[in-house]
């Protein structure tokens, strides 16, 4: 029998609002980089389809998001709910309003960008997460991926479905989305043990 994988790590709910909590909005950069990790963190993009997400690609009004030519090349359909619409709608008038600081009229192709409308490097919000994260008093090491485990662990256990996971996730083979069944397996053990009397 094959050794079994590796667990991916995942952030519990405290955890999550420990981390949205560190980021100061005052300043525009902070803003973004937290509107980033709760888009991540609901809809379960890999890190480069989420740099890679243009405006257009984003119905602001039902929440409907394109992920076009994730991994693989393929195309996939994602919803996130109301709240991290309006993350993104406030972080949009943001980012329109920093561009036009520096005398750019035209809007941002991308959704989340520097501030003068470039990509984002991936290493730059690696070292970003890492640090905000620590920031945070999070003891586990994490990285941009975290966010999509734990989206994904998230949806097992409100859904129990694993199809819809592996929709959500775009993966081809279904084996790869089981990995989450063991985090969901993990917990229900934990929480049976620990059943009071």
Known sequence: MGRRKKLPKILEKEEREQLLSVFNERYPTAQRNKAMIDFMLNAGLRLAETLNLKWEHINLMSGKIEVIEGKGAKDRIVYIKDRVLEVLRSWRERQAKELKKKGIEKPAEYVFTTLEGNQLDQGN?????????????????????????????????????????????????????????????????HSMKNLRD
């Open 125 to 189: 919000i690696r070292r970003m997460v890492y640090k905000y994260s620590k920031k945070a008093g999070i003891t586990k090491k994490i990285s941009p991926h975290t966010f999509r485990h734990t989206f994904a662990t998230k949806l097992l256990r409100d859904t129990n479905n694993i199809r819809e996971v592996q929709k959500a996730l775009g993966h081809e083979d279904l084996s790869t989305t089981m990995i989450y069944t063991h985090i969901v397996d993990e917990q229900l053990e």
